[in-house]
Nanobody, 124 residues
Framework: QVLLVESGGGLVQAGGSLRLSCAAS????????MGWYRQAPGKQRELVAE??????????NYVDSVKGRFTISRDSAKNTMFLEMNELGTEDTGVYYC???????????????WGQGTQVTVSS
């Protein structure tokens, strides 16, 4: 059973900062990719930042709009992923989701698992 639990969202003024956490359980040694997505009201869910290739030397990937402001990180010992968000703007408002691509025994490839999401609201 793979479980992802996000926390750390909230209301912040423009220019402020927040740190999101995603605690993962049930998949520590089978997670291939892990990342943060967000969904703004009326918009499609989009990738924010991700680790690719956790079973090897992972690389990070950011959407252009957050480069230089957001930082993804991991505490592998605690199987927890973070998203440090600085210089927040109103355009960053949305529900932030944690996603993990997990290798499943007997299945070729990986399966996606999602957390329940945490709301981030940036006021002007």
């Amino acid at each position: 059973q793979v479980l992802l639990v996000e926390s750390g969202g909230g209301l912040v003024q423009a220019g402020g900062s927040l740190r999101l956490s995603c605690a993962a359980s049930g998949s520590a040694d089978r997670t291939e990719d892990m990342g943060w997505y967000r969904q703004a009201p009326g918009k499609q869910r989009e990738l924010v930042a991700e680790y690719i290739g956790l079973s090897r030397t992972p690389v990070t990937n950011y959407v252009d709009s957050v480069k230089g402001r957001f930082t993804i990180s991991r505490d592998s010992a605690k199987n927890t992923m973070f998203l440090e968000m600085n210089e927040l703007g109103t355009e960053d408002t949305g529900v932030y989701y944690c996603k993990a691509e997990v290798r499943v025994p007997g299945y070729t490839g990986t399966l996606p698992y999602w957390g329940q999401g945490t709301q981030v609201t940036v006021s002007s």
